[in-house]
């Protein structure tokens, strides 16, 4: 549903631009100025709900008996001993580029004037054979050029999340956590409240960690992952399952 509905707000912007780019130019840019502000005035709305529902887990999670504390020293001198972790971020961070590079292909584009007025000059040859109305042909080529960056950057952004989701999802590794009888606490701010629903757990005694996969927090949009992974750096890292464990639905 929120997939479709993203699709469907997409579609509306597409052509409430071009049809302000081809019949009004004059008020361009104070619909550019009313889109970033409605964007950010939303974007504001949802993070402060996610950001008082969060502090509202992490006080929860905070006054729960403490089990474990991992801290920064630790961590740090594991990651290091992992010859394997900067080859796996490095992975991560190649499929991210993808996004990057069609977002500097479009930028570009329509930064400079003489890629601009080409592209707009070869859609335009495209669709005056048509023979219609200037301002209509205006509003087709403006409604192609928006679509087909709409549509590169789209596919980009699948192409990304299905390489990121072959490799596991997005990785993160926090620099030091706290385990309490209520759930688990990531580098003092981000709780993960029990029970904990993990998709998968993994144990690597070799390389000193614990990895729970999740399932991302906005998976339902184009532009995210469908999970994620949370590595935990620890010493006996069957020590820290045993917790997790009992604060897993597994256990109840």
Same mark, same amino acid.
């Given at each position: 549903?929120?997939?479709?509905?993203?699709?469907?707000?997409? !579609? *509306? /912007?597409?052509?409430?631009?071009?049809?302000?780019? #081809?019949? %009004? +130019?004059?008020?361009?840019?104070?619909?550019?100025?009313?889109?970033?502000?409605?964007?950010?005035?939303?974007?504001?709305? *949802?993070?402060?709900?996610?950001?008082?529902?969060?502090?509202?887990?992490?006080? %929860? *999670?905070?006054?729960?008996?403490?089990?474990?504390?991992?801290?920064?020293?630790?961590?740090?001198?594991?990651?290091?001993?992992?010859?394997?972790?900067?080859?796996? /971020?490095?992975?991560?961070?190649?499929?991210? /580029?993808?996004?990057?590079?069609?977002?500097?292909?479009?930028? $570009?584009?329509?930064?400079?004037?003489?890629?601009?007025? !080409?592209?707009?000059?070869?859609?335009?040859?495209?669709?005056?054979?048509?023979?219609?109305?200037?301002?209509?042909?205006?509003?087709? *080529?403006?409604? =192609?050029?928006?679509?087909?960056?709409?549509?590169?950057?789209?596919? =980009?952004?699948?192409?990304?999340?299905?390489?990121?989701?072959?490799?596991?999802?997005?990785?993160?590794? +926090? =620099?030091?956590? $706290?385990? $309490?009888?209520?759930?688990?606490?990531?580098?003092?701010?981000?709780?993960?409240?029990? +029970?904990? #629903?993990?998709?998968?757990?993994?144990?690597?005694?070799?390389?000193?960690?614990?990895? /729970?996969?999740?399932?991302?927090?906005? !998976?339902?949009?184009?532009?995210?992952?469908? $999970?994620?992974?949370?590595?935990?750096?620890?010493?006996? +890292?069957?020590?820290?399952?045993? %917790?997790?464990?009992?604060?897993?639905?597994?256990?109840?």
């Amino acid at each position: 549903m929120r997939r479709a509905l993203n699709v469907a707000m997409s !579609a *509306v /912007l597409l052509l409430l631009f071009s049809f302000i780019t #081809s019949y %009004y +130019p004059g008020y361009l840019s104070l619909m550019f100025i009313l889109y970033i502000v409605a964007t950010l005035a939303i974007s504001l709305a *949802v993070a402060g709900r996610g950001a008082v529902r969060m502090v509202r887990d992490l006080e %929860y *999670v905070r006054e729960g008996k403490r089990l474990l504390h991992v801290s920064r020293d630790v961590v740090e001198r594991l990651r290091r001993r992992d010859r394997e972790l900067s080859d796996e /971020l490095g992975k991560q961070h190649r499929a991210s /580029l993808i996004q990057m590079a069609v977002l500097i292909a479009a930028m $570009t584009v329509f930064l400079v004037p003489s890629l601009r007025d !080409a592209a707009i000059a070869a859609l335009r040859g495209a669709f005056e054979p048509l023979g219609l109305d200037p301002k209509m042909t205006q509003f087709l *080529v403006f409604l =192609a050029l928006y679509g087909v960056f709409f549509l590169a950057s789209n596919v =980009a952004t699948i192409l990304s999340s299905r390489r990121l989701e072959k490799l596991g999802g997005p990785l993160q590794v +926090p =620099a030091f956590y $706290t385990v $309490t009888s209520r759930g688990l606490i990531l580098e003092g701010r981000v709780p993960l409240k029990a +029970p904990l #629903s993990p998709l998968e757990v993994k144990v690597n005694t070799r390389r000193r960690f614990l990895e /729970l996969r999740v399932k991302s927090p906005s !998976a339902s949009g184009l532009a995210s992952s469908a $999970t994620s992974r949370i590595r935990l750096y620890h010493e006996n +890292p069957r020590e820290l399952e045993s %917790y997790l464990r009992m604060l897993s639905k597994e256990r109840g």
